[in-house]
């Protein structure tokens, strides 16, 4: 089976069968990360470009280390070294380093949809590694591996996820994602922070994170941008974490075996008390583990390999 | 040297007059000078046969952006006016924004010379309320409208401050003109990018909520009231912003309103894999909202049918979502998606007519728009069942920005004559008939 685009925009655009492709692929590559040499020749000769447009740790870390894992060459361009700041245009950057041929561009923008209008305009794989407050479909997918790897599936979960869901591009992919996968999806979030018209996602809403944790499996906080305080969505960081942040007895409403997950950077103290972030229940590292697995398999498939 | 000519046995639509029927139509010394049957054809008079063809006042566009001076690379009044008459407008108003702003006489009357130079469609230029568009003090108003402008507006910009919008509306009293608005409230709007609605939700784009457009609706009609000003609506594009204008009518409140053929056929729906060219202000709604610009046509709550044709290049279309400018052009596919109207059953043809010949002049109140003996020969000869397709390299327009490039079309402007001199238009069509001169 192979993946039926060439890019990964969204997780929105995925079938079940296709994130369950990617999930398989992802764990035959965790087995090689536990070897000693923790790399295969897969990808020799193939080149892939990092296009980072907004400052990234994790993703672009993780998204190098995993195409060097599988022995492609790996270049990374930032916003600040990019011709972009000399006022050439996204497009005309971009079919420069397609002319490098570059086999995949790997995008993250602070516009939503700029990887589907490099996607449409390239014959480069395009992977989104976020787009402005659209889709993350890789943190998507690893949150989605991560899981399946500790409950042993997706399908009937009690999946809640806590905070900024307007502008967040995690939920978005966590949503599309679980709800494909057959889990039940609960978002929870000042008004302010709650999208309109979220019943297109078939997903429950709640103001009241007391409520919403009973009985879940799995939390999902999310990063609160502090810049957002002074703009209206809430009134100080520490109302915020009165109401929105996950402390240790906010915890004991939900199930035992419930798990703690963050995409990351935490704010500790803010969506998620230090105990709680740094507790048994957390996979927050698990995750990024888990991420350069996951990765590794996007890579792989997109770039023409069917797994076998 | 002006021809005479016989329009033959079209089916002559005229509202002015409560005209609907078949008819030729004669035009001598730029003048109509007769309509009726079997009219004899005098020596040297040209003769076309519009059989089968509709044949009625020359199109009005309360709203084009022409873009010069300043933005010569997305249009020039040159190529704005070319593509008004292949879309049959003989008359366009032009929008202040142009850089310099339309603030003044002298602008106003660079834009009249080339549009005398281009020598096709009429162009009356649309001043600015205030200065530099800047929303703070009012512009020479009396110099603008003496110098040629027809009305004011600060499209595009809109008039947040409502001291200055009741002081305009007072003060426009004097000329007897429209105040335009482009209802829009900017800290509502706070850097969306489209509808907030189920797709932008989807796509994560920033909305603009609904009520950006009904509460300066609500406010420009509150001040309209208070000042007995006349004001004009642009581009309305909500239900909420249709139940206050119908509302306010009833009242008797001085307000006119234009929507535009995007805002009747399409939806928010349209911005779907980002597409740039379905990004315009106001943004593309819901179905609701398209429901209701219908009905608010069709109940006359809305006069005119505009374009707001917004030129702008390819490159700056072709970028991100957030930073592609808003706007989509208008003048060449206007007529065949308001004809859509007609055959959806949502307006009679000579409806529609109305909206786009008197509607348009009764709001700027200009004996235009219509068609009676005597009146200037501005008459737009229309093939209502034509099928085309709307190609790129076929629009006259300097810009391509169009949601509708590859859409197919019934109805098209076949010969569009202004001032008794009839334009070949459409050259990739069939012309009327073969002219013949006997």
Known sequence: MRLSQKDLLALSDLQKEEIALILSTAATFKEVLDRDIKKVPTLRGKTIVNLFFEPSTRTRTSFELAAKRLSADCINITAATSSTTKGESLLDTARNIEAMQADIIILRHPSSGTPALLARSLKSAIINAGDGTHEHPSQGLLDLFTIQEKKGTLAGLKVVIVGDILHSRVARSDIYGLKKMGAEVTIVGPPTMIPPYTDQWKVATSYNLDQAVVGADVIILLRLQRERQGKGFFPTLREYARLYGLNASRLKKANNDALIMHPGPINRGVEISSDVADGLSSVILDQVKNGVAVRMAILYLLSGHANE | ?438
């Open chain 2, 1 to 438: 040297m002006n021809k005479a000519l016989l329009i033959r046995n079209g089916r002559v639509i005229d509202p002015s007059q409560n005209m609907d029927h078949i008819a030729d139509v004669k035009i001598e010394n730029k003048l109509i000078t007769a309509i009726g049957t079997n009219l004899p054809i005098g020596k040297g008079m040209i003769e076309m046969n519009a059989r089968g063809m509709i044949v009625t006042p020359g199109l009005i566009d309360l709203h084009t952006h022409l873009r010069e001076p300043g933005f010569e690379y997305k249009e020039t009044v040159e190529t704005g006016v070319a593509a008004a008459i292949a879309g049959g407008f003989t008359t366009i108003c032009c929008m202040p924004n142009t850089n310099p702003v339309n603030d003044n006489a002298a602008i106003t009357e660079l834009i009249l010379e080339r549009a005398r130079k281009a020598g096709k469609a009429n162009v009356l230029p649309v001043g600015a309320i205030t200065r530099g568009l800047k929303g703070e003090e009012l512009s020479e108003i009396y110099e603008l409208i003496s110098s040629g402008c027809v009305a004011i507006s600060d499209d595009g910009m809109p008039v947040m401050n409502s001291l200055i919008m009741r002081r305009a509306l007072e003060y426009a009293k004097i000329f007897d003109i429209p105040v335009i608005d482009h209802c829009e409230d900017l800290n509502l709007t706070d850097g969306g990018v489209m509808f907030e609605g189920a797709v932008s939700t989807a796509l994560g784009l920033k909305g603009i909520p609904a009520a950006s457009e009904a509460i300066m609706v609500a406010r420009d009609l509150a001040l309209a009231a208070q000042t007995k000003g006349r004001i004009h609506l642009a581009h309305i594009s909500t239900a909420d912003s249709v139940h206050l204008i119908r509302e306010a009518k009833a009242r008797g409140v001085l307000v006119t309103a234009e929507t535009c053929p995007h805002y009747f056929t399409l939806t928010d729906e349209a911005v779907h894999g980002y597409n740039t060219n379905a990004k315009m202000k106001p943004p593309l709604p819901a179905t609701r909202d398209l429901l209701e610009v219908r009905a608010g046509l069709a109940d006359g709550t809305i006069d005119a049918i505009a374009t707001d044709h917004a030129p702008h290049a390819e490159s700056e279309k072709e970028q991100e979502m957030d930073l592609a400018p808003f706007g989509i052009i208008g003048l060449e596919t206007a007529l065949p998606l308001s004809l859509r109207l007609v055959s959806e059953g949502v307006l009679t043809l000579p409806a529609l007519i109305h909206k786009l010949t008197l509607g348009p002049a009764e709001i700027l109140k200009k004996q235009i728009g219509r068609m009676r003996v005597g009146d200037c020969a501005d008459i737009t000869i229309i093939d209502p069942t034509l099928e085309w397709t709307v190609q790129k390299e076929n629009l006259k327009s300097k810009s391509k920005n169009s949601p509708f490039i590859g859409w197919k079309m019934a109805g098209i402007a076949v010969s569009v004559i202004v001032a008794g001199e009839a334009m070949a238009v459409n050259e990739n069509t069939r012309l009327v008939g073969q002219a013949q001169r006997k």
